[in-house]
């Protein structure tokens, strides 16, 4: 008796890029997407017997992304459309018990030409995506499933110039780091947020993009405004702002790199570059400090 066995498995098709032009009239929408989508189910044999009779190939996944982005009318609407994804994997094939996928949003702004909003340019202002995970899990029939959903934001690059000092933590043997009351402060924000979803039938009455709209908002301002004692305080802030003011959330996880711009010692060739005479600076890339947290809401008191 072999003394292995498969602990878990999931399979599929990743990277699958999408655009669709919505088009009304003259007055052009564009959606770009970057889809991954994972199965669980009924795979064990293909694994550890050989047997292809139940894979759906990732082909074919790939296929029916295109073709439901074809008949949808909510492509633009990631958590909707992810639903969508899932929902029909769940519901065609009877051996499919969970279906995983995670749409990523790129950005493509429309332009302004002479003043006015173009109907069918567009620039990519910036490598921030927008990005859902939605997982459908069948507990009886098809239409017995329960839905979690995800979304946020990657890679918004953000950095201000004064507003932020970091001093007061602890200090040994080992330590070198100077204390500042003013440095520049810069991070790539991710955060990611989960619904409180009790049924799939509600999630039409979830405002996503109003939510995605608003947090975003939300982390640029506090990260704008709040006088930073680190980035830690600064990440807690924007956390509760956001989980205060949607009661439909969950919980809020932000990864924030401390992307560290340090002063450049000039006194070597007679220049003043220390306290308020500071204004040239380097950027090191790596190594970057790297702060995470989950905030979660406290469960009310039955
Ligand atoms: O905001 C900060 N948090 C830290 O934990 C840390 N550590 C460090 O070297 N610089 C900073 N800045």
Redesign the pocket.
């Known amino acids: 008796m072999s003394g292995v066995y498969l602990k878990e498995q999931s399979y599929g098709k990743d990277q699958v890029r999408l655009v669709k032009v919505i088009r009304t009239g003259k007055w052009h929408e564009i959606v770009e997407l970057t889809i991954r989508v994972l199965l669980e189910g009924d795979f064990a044999d293909s694994y550890t017997k050989a047997d292809n009779s139940l894979i759906v190939a990732t082909d074919t996944m790939k296929n029916t992304i295109y073709i439901l982005a074809k008949q949808s009318s909510n492509v633009n609407r990631i958590e909707i459309f992810a639903t969508e994804i899932g929902q029909h994997f769940i519901s065609t094939y009877s051996h499919v018990s969970k279906a995983n996928v995670w749409i990523s949003k790129h950005k493509w702004t429309r332009m302004l030409v002479n003043g006015k909003f173009h109907d069918h340019s567009f620039l990519r202002d910036g490598e921030d995506t927008r990005n859902t995970k939605v997982v459908i899990t069948k507990k009886g029939g098809p239409k017995d499933v329960t839905i979690e959903i995800e979304s946020g934001l990657k890679d918004m690059l953000v950095l201000k110039t004064t507003g932020s000092a970091?001093y007061g933590?602890l200090r040994d043997k080992y330590t070198t780091?100077q204390e500042t009351n003013d440095r520049i402060l810069s991070t790539s924000v991710d955060a990611t947020w989960t619904y409180n979803i009790s049924n799939i039938s509600l999630i039409s009455q979830i405002p996503f993009d109003d939510i995605f709209d608003s947090i975003r908002q939300i982390t640029l301002d506090t990260f704008a405004t709040h006088n930073?004692s680190?980035?830690?305080a600064t990440l807690y802030l924007m956390a509760k702002i956001a989980l205060e003011k949607f009661q439909q959330l969950s919980s809020i996880h932000y990864e924030l790199p401390?992307k560290h711009y340090f002063t450049y010692d000039l006194d070597r060739f007679g220049l003043k570059n220390t306290g308020k005479d500071t204004d040239i600076y380097y950027p090191v890339a790596d190594p970057a400090?790297l702060?995470t947290a989950t905030i979660a809401r406290t469960k009310p008191k039955l």
């Open positions: 970091f933590f780091l930073s680190s980035v830690q401390n400090g702060i």
